[in-house]
């Protein structure tokens, strides 16, 4: 039995090129079906899931981003943009960046020389290449930490810690404005060392004065020798582009 239906009644939607007739017998009959003589549609349905990834793939950097907690005077930054100092090392530590290597800068330098603004633009493309990126000014870290002695954070302390550990890049802003009394003393050693026998990639702000004050902490040099040991020191020479009539981070 043959189709009353012309094989012209069956083109490709896309090309427009006409399918190719076939017929299959089944028992005393034939069944004649019309197939594609292009991979047209294959290809539209390959476009179409990539669209969806696509979609998908947006969904987590946007949740990535909101995760990451970067300071709102940052996020139009980008790193590609940038003209201030050490700009070269950032693009570098981007480019040659691996997860548990203990890949780290410890930037130095006085208040409003870009330090921040280099680090979150770090942790922006990064994020792009699927990484998971945390910012957190380092006090708020450890009042984190704390807040497992409460009934608010219901993690243990160390339960907490690892997960700062999950993320491939921690950023701690503002190093060593926190104040320390002997329990906090204990929490950022417990803390620090897990971060170093995790491996865990940190990037570090800090102005000379505070790298000064913890110097003079009783029992904090072997923490800090660990932060040394993760990070590579990065110097801020120039003067504070808040400060400076007509100097800018472009």
């Known amino acids: 039995m043959i189709s009353e239906e012309t094989e012209t009644e069956h083109k490709c939607q896309i090309c427009g090129k006409p399918y190719i007739q076939k017929s299959v017998k089944f028992q005393e009959f034939y069944k004649t079906f019309y197939v594609a003589d292009c991979n047209c549609e294959e290809k539209e349905k390959e476009r179409q899931e990539q669209i969806l990834k696509n979609i998908q793939h947006k969904k987590v950097l946007r949740k990535r981003l909101k995760d990451a907690t970067f300071p709102f005077d940052t996020l139009g930054k980008r790193l590609k943009t940038r003209t201030c100092e050490n700009v070269e090392i950032a693009r570098e530590y981007v480019a040659n960046f691996r997860p548990r290597q203990r890949q780290g800068l410890y930037f130095v330098g006085s208040v409003g020389n870009a330090k921040t603004t280099l680090a979150v633009c770090i942790g922006k493309e990064l994020i792009k290449q699927g990484y998971k990126v945390k910012f957190i000014v380092f006090s708020q870290a450890i009042r984190k930490l704390q807040s497992t002695y409460g009934t608010k954070n219901p993690l243990e302390f160390m339960e907490q810690v690892e997960e700062f550990g999950k993320y491939d890049l921690l950023i701690f802003d503002d190093f060593g404005r926190e104040a320390y009394k002997d329990r906090t003393l204990t929490d950022v050693a417990d803390f620090v060392n897990y971060l170093y026998t995790n491996k865990n990639n940190v ?12 110097h003079e902490i009783p029992d904090f040099n072997a923490m800090f ?6 990070t590579k020191q990065v110097d801020f020479k120039n003067t504070s582009y808040r400060r400076e009539a007509g100097a800018k981070c472009n």
């Open 203 to 214: 990037i570090i702000t800090s102005n000379p004065e505070m790298v000064e004050k913890i």
């Open 225 to 230: 020798d660990r932060f040394f040991q993760m």
